[in-house]
Nanobody, 120 residues
Framework: QVRLVESGGGLVQAGGSLRLSCVAS????????MGWYRQAPGKEREMVAS???????NYADSVKGRFTTSRDNARKTLYLQMNSLKPDDTGVYYCALQNKMLLPFRPDYWGQGTQITVSS
């Protein structure tokens, strides 16, 4: 069973930065896509960013230029560097894993979610 464990959420002022981490464990296929979804209260869950096992990234337009996702395959760890944060970035962020590389990013496994709150 694949497990995804997130850390790094919290409260930050607008314009600030946060870094999320997600450690994967279990049986993970070598060719995959990992990434992040988020969900604000009363809103639909949306894709934020994803990255293939080879390091190719994909971002939602709303976060391009501000967020960067990366991964350390040896440590089985996924990161999301969030800069220039806005109140609209507030929500629950979920780490996710897809068992194949292809887009669209439709995860097979999910982390527990971590709350990001950006204050004005």
């Amino acid at each position: 069973q694949v497990r995804l464990v997130e850390s790094g959420g919290g409260l930050v002022q607008a314009g600030g930065s946060l870094r999320l981490s997600c450690v994967a464990s279990g049986s993970i296929y070598g060719i995959n896509r990992m990434g992040w979804y988020r969900q604000a209260p009363g809103k639909e869950r949306e894709m934020v960013a994803s990255i293939t096992s080879g390091g190719i990234t994909n971002y939602a337009d709303s976060v391009k230029g501000r967020f960067t996702t990366s991964r350390d395959n040896a440590r089985k760890t996924l990161y999301l560097q969030m800069n220039s944060l806005k109140p609209d970035d507030t929500g629950v962020y979920y780490c996710a894993l897809q068992n194949k590389m292809l887009l669209p990013f439709r995860p097979d496994y999910w982390g527990q979610g971590t709350q990001i709150t950006v204050s004005s």
